[in-house]
């Protein structure tokens, strides 16, 4: 069966960079067609889609936020990492990695960051 | 850039049909995922490609869209169907980018 987890920090300091890693199982990301995006959800608010990257290395970012964002993957670890610089207090969210195929039909269970001094 | 517009709240009472609706320019010619959120916990498909279902997700959801609507119904309202709603597209204008609506909170009265 599918599954993802996120891991990283749980507190960043403003103006760092974030990396959080999306460690999965269950599917390659070398089988085409698949992707893994990461989404964000500030506390009470919207999910935020943030980025995607497709088993051909293909990468997508949010318009918003491509400026600050670097999506990689690792096949053989079955790993994707998200990089977020310059890290602010409105960036404090619970960050989600979810299997894609044209929708996200699998997600881990999310990572809350807090970001503060 | 695409925007999905989702009603804040929508209340209903056990037993009815809840219909949560999302609207975007011409949203009938692009395929809408609805995802269901309850707190605490990470979303969950019940709706992809306008109607289909994933595996495990009651035949009380159902999806439909056209025009500049789509709309999530859910028949025969549970308790258990107290959740937040979001409904999702890839707005392949802009280099194929995925977009979510702002999310509609379903009270079951």
């Known amino acids: 069966q599918i599954t993802l987890k996120e891991s990283g920090p749980t507190l960043v300091k403003p103006t760092q960079t974030l990396t959080l890693t999306c460690t999965f199982s269950g599917f390659s990301l070398s089988t085409t067609r698949v992707g893994v995006g990461w989404i964000r959800q500030p506390p009470g608010k919207a999910l935020e889609w943030l980025a995607l990257i497709y088993w051909n290395d293909d990468k997508r970012y949010s318009p918003s936020l491509k400026s600050r964002l670097t999506i990689t993957k690792d096949t053989s670890k079955n790993q994707v990492v998200l990089a977020m610089t310059n890290m602010d207090p409105v960036d404090t969210a619970t960050y989600y990695c979810a299997h894609s195929r044209d929708y996200f039909d699998y997600w881990g269970q999310g990572t809350l960051v807090t970001v503060s001094s | 850039s695409y925007v999905l517009t989702q009603p804040p709240s929508v209340s209903v009472a056990p037993g009815q049909t809840a219909r949560i609706t999302c609207g975007g320019n011409?949203?009938?010619?692009?395929?809408v995922h609805w995802y269901q959120q309850k707190p605490g916990q990470a979303p969950v498909l019940v709706v992809y490609?306008?109607?289909d279902r994933p595996s495990g997700i009651p035949e009380r959801f159902s999806g439909s869209n056209s025009g500049n609507t789509a709309t999530l119904t859910i028949s025969r309202v549970e308790a258990g169907d107290e959740a937040d709603y979001y409904c999702?597209?890839?707005?392949?204008?802009?280099?194929?980018?995925?977009?979510f609506g702002g999310g509609s909170q379903l009270t079951i009265l």
């Open positions: 011409n949203i009938g010619s692009k395929s």
């Open positions: 490609d306008d109607s």
């Open positions: 999702q597209v890839w707005d392949s204008s802009s280099d194929h980018l995925a977009v």
